[in-house]
């Protein structure tokens, strides 16, 4: 197990230095991720998450696991894990508001949409639907500028008026402190935090640590969008045992490793051989390939993934028919300037209008 927390740790000591955290302080946690990690591959998937510290599923909970993983497989390692669980158990009132607004920011535009504000709006309130002209309301209040997005200071200043907007944040930090090593350690941190690093995300610290360049999630989100995800499991008396990784796609090919029962894998490419069925690599940048009759498919992100395009989709669509509607309007105004004149009644004062193509009067503006 120090084998693998050492290596664990590699990509944490910049970090490290800039919280002034000792290996020390890690391993309490690094103990509870090995466990976790019960095939030892060094990353853990959101059931492996939920299940060791017996989290029930919810959205939310897999907005937050989605938020603290930045490579875009799904999974997170040590690091990840380490540095969201800080970022999240460590976080106060407004970090917490910050890192709920940045889950529903689906797309990462840095700001909240009306279809995304439906979302969490029905999350907060339990899946309850509403009609849409309770979402049509709220989003009046928020949205105080009028430019049809939710910015983070409109957030935060919505927030403050409706607390309860964001109970399900404060109840998860709650149950992962208690649940990950105990409220003792996360107060313990939660001062080291308020010394070394105040007001600053954690997972974008480490990321800029690490590589040096400001934390893109959309541009990281792009890249892994080209990857697939699975795992590697098959039928009758072969539980336990592996499956051979091969240096093409070919079982006549070199055979270069071999993937474990269980094993969560990403899938680069899809090729089928006639006669010899279908392969999948594994590695971006090496050939390693594995038959496909041994993997499952993860759909859950392709669905994630394809409800986030159908939100931006359906915002397309409703900013389409908006210009429309607008561009209607304004041409019956322009037709309306052409045959209406504004007049005032001498007797009382009144304005009507007169057409004059038809000579007709009416006290209603016709340019309403």
Not at 23 to 46: A, V, Y
Not at 49 to 55: M, V, Y
Not at 140 to 150: A, E, L
């Amino acid at each position: 197990m120090r084998d693998r927390f050492q290596e664990g740790m590699v990509p944490m000591r910049k970090f490290m230095g800039r919280m002034t955290i000792t290996e020390d302080d890690l391993w309490p946690l690094f103990k509870q991720f090995d466990k976790c990690d019960g095939d030892h591959s060094g990353e853990i998937n959101f059931d492996e998450f939920c299940d060791h510290f017996h989290l029930e599923w919810s959205e939310f909970g897999e907005k937050a696991f989605m938020v603290m993983e930045v490579g875009g497989d799904h999974k997170l390692s040590f690091s990840e894990f380490t540095v969201g669980m800080m970022n999240y158990c460590t976080s106060e009132h407004e970090g917490l508001v910050r890192f709920a607004f940045d889950m529903f920011d689906g797309d990462h535009s840095g700001h909240i949409d009306k279809l995304e504000l439906k979302k969490l709006m029905r999350m907060a309130q339990g899946g309850k639907r509403q009609k849409q002209a309770y979402y049509d309301d709220m989003m009046r209040k928020i949205d105080t500028d009028r430019d049809g997005d939710i910015t983070w200071a409109e957030f935060r200043t919505f927030e403050k008026k409706m607390p309860s907007l964001l109970q399900e944040p404060f109840h998860l930090q709650k149950n992962l402190q208690n649940k990950v090593c105990g409220m003792k350690y996360w107060k313990k941190f939660t001062k080291k935090r308020k010394e070394k690093c105040p007001k600053v995300d954690l997972i974008a610290l480490h990321h800029k640590l690490e590589t040096g360049a400001d934390l893109d999630r959309q541009e990281l989100k792009r890249k892994a969008t080209k990857r697939g995800h699975g795992m590697i499991e098959w039928d009758k008396g072969r539980q336990g045992k592996s499956v051979s990784v091969y240096d093409n796609f070919s079982k006549n090919a070199n055979k270069v490793g071999t993937c474990k029962f269980k094993e969560s894998i990403e899938i680069f490419e899809k090729m089928h051989v006639e006669k010899e069925g279908t392969f999948f690599k594994i590695a971006e940048k090496e050939e390693k390939w594995v038959e496909a009759k041994y993997v499952t498919i993860d759909h859950r992100w392709d669905k994630v993934a394809k409800e986030q395009d159908a939100m931006k989709q359906q915002k397309l669509d409703e900013d389409a028919m908006a210009a429309k509607r607008e561009s209607e309007r304004e041409t019956r105004l322009e037709q309306a300037r052409k045959e209406w004149k504004e007049c005032i009644d001498k007797e009382s004062g009144k304005k009507y209008w007169y057409n004059m193509n038809t000579s007709e009067t009416t006290w209603n503006n016709p340019f309403k």
